[in-house]
């Protein structure tokens, strides 16, 4: 029976699709879009930045032909450590086999394992995990003397090619961003993209060194929750970041795996107080790289991910490498629809008017505050009024993304003149962003959204909508709110 949320043919949750060689053709873009892709990531640790900024133009084209804004996030690569070499044949490593890890970029064996990490040896203690092919094979360190590390097997298996390696965070000597992300960054700041992740975040500060002017001016910042470090200090990172990505691969691997869910919870619950969104990230279809259907684990992990509260949830090899990208992304369109139409509203509502919402640390603290209450304001009415949509005029997409914690049944539409802001809500939960010409007089404004909207039949005349505006072009913060039946 569905009675708590929306009808089952509307999908608020937003989709996020890496692009790789399965879908980086134009018709299977197409196919995506028409699918329910809302915004597109491009994952920098494959490929070279000339063709990432090839796909991110090709996107773009495709975006503006079918009228559908399309989001494009570019993933740097972050401290990435790998080991060296075990051939395409590979290398069997079974359980209890005692191996050797030394600061080497040459070839890896069976007994001698080489990481392309010059500081290998400065830290790690005897007792210590690494973890090699995103978890896929894990050793323990039990001894750490000469010049490499001593390491027994816990998990076992088959290594090819340089697979990742993953050293617990608090152990690792690099800094993020890293120059190489710097100098991408440089090439897609240039370009206009409109989101940017980043790997490895321990702090706000790590968030802050990317060096970016505050979105719109900039892209939005989405910070990778994949450390422990992150999650202790997730308040701070909250503050600094547009966006937040439960990055599970890595984030399993740093903490117990009976945590992951409950962390995931905490994380997106603090970026609904925040007024962030929230990407669910890694294996949430991953049985369709091959498959034509998800297995009934990863139907239920897609619907609690929804459940949760997530803003949106990302697609990596099923996508990127997968026998049939388009398929998937329906797959994903119609479990979100169907977990959208079921969710718990009315307790969902009831936690979020619990949560204390920090003022920011950043930026102008008081306008935030202003827009915060106006937009619970603007949600109770919308509530109590039975109104069909709720208007977002909206300078930064802060407005529209503060309603949408509240997860109202109606429709959010975010008006906004600039162009990547429009963008920029192709990962907020429940956001149709639709142009509005430029900011003006308030009553000129809010004529002209109320007019579009009904001209786009997202109303029609009769109906009660509640419009969320600044006073004039020179507002800055979200300070008049108007409940309008349509005319």
């Given at each position: 029976m569905i009675a708590r949320g929306m009808s089952t043919d509307v999908r608020r949750t937003k989709i996020l699709a890496t692009i790789g060689p399965a879908s980086d053709g134009e018709k299977t873009l197409r196919g995506m879009i028409e699918a329910g892709m809302d915004a597109v990531r491009l994952n920098l640790s494959h490929g070279t930045v000339e063709e990432a900024l090839e796909l991110h133009r090709r996107v773009r084209a495709l975006s503006k032909d079918m009228g559908r804004p399309v989001g494009t996030l570019v993933d740097l690569p972050g401290p990435k450590v790998r080991a060296a070499s075990f051939g395409r044949e590979?290398?069997?490593?079974?359980?209890?086999?005692?191996?050797?890890?030394?600061?080497?970029?040459?070839?890896?064996?069976?007994?001698?394992?080489?990481?392309?990490?010059?500081?290998?040896?400065?830290?790690?203690?005897?007792?210590?995990?690494?973890?090699?092919?995103?978890?896929?094979?894990?050793?323990?360190?039990?001894d750490t003397g000469g010049d490499g590390l001593d390491a027994v097997v816990l998990h076992g298996g088959r290594l090819t090619g340089k697979p990742g390696v993953h050293i617990p965070s608090e152990r690792m000597r690099v800094a993020t961003p890293t120059p190489e992300d710097l100098r991408i960054l440089d090439a897609f700041v240039g370009v206009g993209v409109d989101m940017v992740a980043i790997s490895f975040v321990r702090s706000a500060h790590d968030v802050r060194r990317l060096g970016t002017e505050p979105h719109p001016r900039g892209p939005l910042v989405v910070a990778k929750i994949e450390t422990r470090s992150a999650v202790d200090n997730l308040a701070g990172i909250l503050d600094a970041a547009g966006a937040v990505m439960i990055a599970r691969g890595d984030l399993g691997i740093e903490c117990p795996i009976e945590e992951l869910p409950h962390l995931q919870k905490h994380i997106i619950r603090e970026c609904i107080a925040h007024g962030r969104p929230a990407i669910t990230a890694t294996q949430m279809l991953e049985s369709m790289v091959r498959a034509a259907t998800p297995t009934r684990a990863e139907a239920s992990d897609v619907a609690n991910a929804v459940f949760d509260g997530s803003s949106a949830v990302m697609l990596s090899g099923e996508t990127a490498t997968g026998s049939d990208p388009v398929n998937v992304i329906a797959t994903m369109a119609r479990l979100c629809a169907r977990a959208d139409a079921n969710f718990d509203t009315e307790n969902w509502t009831r936690m979020v008017t619990r949560l204390r919402v920090e003022e920011p640390r950043n930026g102008d603290a008081h306008n935030a505050r202003v827009t915060d209450i106006m937009t619970d304001a603007a949600w109770r009415a919308a509530r109590e009024l039975g109104a069909k949509a709720i208007l977002c005029l909206t300078r930064t997409g802060f407005n529209v993304r503060a309603i949408a914690r509240y997860r109202p049944r109606m429709p959010i539409l975010g008006f906004a003149p600039d162009e990547r802001v429009r963008q920029q809500l192709s990962i907020s939960w429940g956001a149709t962003p639709i142009t509005l010409s430029g900011f003006a007089d308030n009553e000129e404004m809010v004529r002209e959204a109320v007019q579009t909207a009904r001209d786009l039949g997202h109303v029609r005349t009769g109906d009660i909508v509640v419009v969320l505006a600044g006073i004039d072009g020179r507002s800055r913060t979200t300070d008049v709110l108007r409940v309008i039946t349509v005319t």
């Open positions: 590979g290398v069997e490593l079974p359980d209890g086999h005692r191996v050797r890890l030394v600061p080497d970029a040459g070839r890896s064996t069976a007994e001698v394992i080489g990481v392309e990490y010059e500081s290998l040896l400065d830290g790690i203690e005897i007792g210590d995990r690494i973890s090699f092919g995103d978890g896929a094979i894990d050793v323990e360190v039990v």
